[in-house]
């Protein structure tokens, strides 16, 4: 379709996965990631061309501000910005078990809601000056379901469930302000996915086994192709007669 | 992906006005079979001719076990199988004319809760055994935005939409492991005739949706790759200002 899209967090997992998809349906995508190697491996497997790789941090606020700007640069507009940046523990953690809340350091709650949260806070704040001056575009963040029955807080992921239902709010706030600018704002709320973040973890054997990142992708980019006028919120997108990594 | 043939078989309940004569005609244009079933006779002659050979219709009533039953086997003796049931068949108030729940008679609570309510399982319960068998089906119910949210005089409509939603979450328990999908759609509000039971010039919503764009939520729900699933997607309005501004 040709559209300009934005993915932060494409180096892997669901941001690789929609990069391929959106590369997929004709669109230039600009990887946004903090390793370039990812970025470029990624890159490297795209349909299409014109995509571009920035090694940039979204919990930066210059960096977001460099990537609004280079991607305006190069593609004269942004379209679509998906902000599916996440983690499940502070990057380099050795750590192997979830730590509760007593135990919980500072330093672990600080950089989870920095990624998951702030860096939501920043990539759509960066994008938003020139949505509004196109007077369209679509933000998707990529929220949460940690149960089968939706958004729920969880044992043992104090962090990550708090940063997921604050997109959610984040995002309803946004989607109220913005409207009027044509700027629709939405949350996409996965169930488990097969990647490596939830690989063999309770979250999966709750779910009984996950979705294809694929099939997240494409549904991802079927709702983004839905027509303008209007908009589906905060769909969940689950695992269904869960086939977990195999196609 | 899915192992239905390519032509799919699809049934509509309420396929004679509103969401479901939307989803009719966006499903049809995918080369779909169809079996269009209506309450209302004349509704579904005005509107079955377009579709030629692609669709039969069917005049049955979803209250009613035996026209749910017909309707399963009318599809299974025309086309040999079900893929999909999309039962949007629905009524927002009998009467016209706005009531408190102090003022609403049993027979317009049951009016309402049958159909919507009852409507909805009889028809889901009624495809169920083709489904089993064949072991994959997908099965789309219309709750609302009044299935999460109740509102002043719409407490029967509102009781039956939260009821259509527990309904299909237990459903969809039971049947995923026979590959059937039970999704439950939750649209904002929809240009239907269905508002005219509000009675003349009261409570109309001001921004509604074209029941084509939920035809196209929910034919997109049916095309999702068979391991997602959406789970009460909410389909609100969107309209800008500037566009507000423009259409004067």
């Known amino acids: ?247 | 992906m899915s192992d239905a043939p390519d032509t799919k078989v699809g049934i509509i309940t309420g396929a004679g006005s509103g969401i479901g004569l939307a989803c009719a005609r966006r499903l049809a244009a995918d080369g779909h079979h169809l079996v269009l079933v209506e309450y209302n006779a004349a509704a579904l002659e005005a509107c079955l001719p377009e579709f030629g050979e692609q669709a039969i219709g069917l005049v049955a009533d979803v209250r009613l076990e035996a026209d749910t039953r017909q309707m399963a086997q009318t599809a299974l003796e025309q086309f040999t199988r079900i893929d999909y049931l999309i039962a949007s068949a629905g009524v927002l108030r009998p009467g016209g004319e706005l009531k408190t729940v102090a003022e609403t008679s049993l027979d317009d609570w049951r009016f309402v809760v049958d159909t919507n309510l009852t409507g909805t399982f009889l028809s889901n319960q009624a495809v169920l055994p083709a489904m089993m068998q064949q072991r994959v089906g997908d099965i789309i119910n219309i709750s609302s935005v009044s299935g999460r949210k109740g509102q002043a005089f719409d407490a029967t409509y509102c009781a039956t939409k939260f009821g259509i939603i527990g309904l299909s979450e237990s459903l969809a328990e039971e049947v995923r492991n026979f590959g059937i999908r039970v999704q439950t759609i939750l649209p904002d509000a929809v240009d239907t005739p269905l508002w005219e039971q509000n009675g003349p010039a009261v409570m109309r919503a001001p921004v509604t949706l074209p029941p084509e764009r939920i035809a196209d939520v929910i034919a997109f729900m049916l095309n999702l790759p068979r391991d997602a699933y959406l789970m009460n997607p909410v389909v609100g309005t969107f309209r800008s200002g500037r566009r507000r501004k423009k259409n004067g």
């Open chain 1, 1 to 247: 379709m040709n559209r300009a899209i934005l993915i932060t967090g494409a180096g892997s997992g669901i941001g690789r996965a929609l990069a391929v998809a959106f590369a997929g349906a004709g669109d230039r995508v600009a990887l946004i990631g903090r390793r370039l190697e990812n970025l470029e491996e990624v890159a490297a497997g795209l349909p299409g061309d014109g995509h571009l790789c920035l090694a940039l941090d979204v919990t930066s606020e210059n960096d977001m501000r460099e990537m609004a700007a280079r991607c305006q640069a190069a593609f004269g507009r942004i379209d679509i910005l998906v902000a599916s940046a996440g983690i499940g523990r502070s990057p380099g953690s050795e750590r192997r078990l979830p730590w509760p809340v007593h135990e919980l350091p500072r330093s672990e709650w600080q950089a989870i809601l920095d990624v998951n949260l702030t860096g939501v806070f920043l990539s759509n704040r960066a994008v938003l000056g020139t949505m509004a001056a196109q007077g369209e575009g679509l933000i998707i963040n990529v929220g949460s379901s940690l149960t089968p029955a939706g958004q729920r807080g969880r044992a043992f992921a104090p962090a990550y469930s708090a940063s997921k239902y604050a997109v959610t709010g984040f995002t309803e706030s946004l989607a109220l302000e913005v409207g009027r600018s044509g700027i629709r704002v939405m949350v996409v709320q996965p169930g488990v996915i097969a990647t490596p973040m939830v690989e063999n973890t309770a979250l999966s054997r709750d779910f009984g086994g996950s979705m294809r990142p694929e099939s997240f992708a494409e549904s991802v980019v079927g709702l983004a192709d839905l027509p303008a006028d209007h908009l589906l919120p905060d769909p969940y997108i689950l695992p269904f007669k869960p086939t977990g990594t195999t196609p």
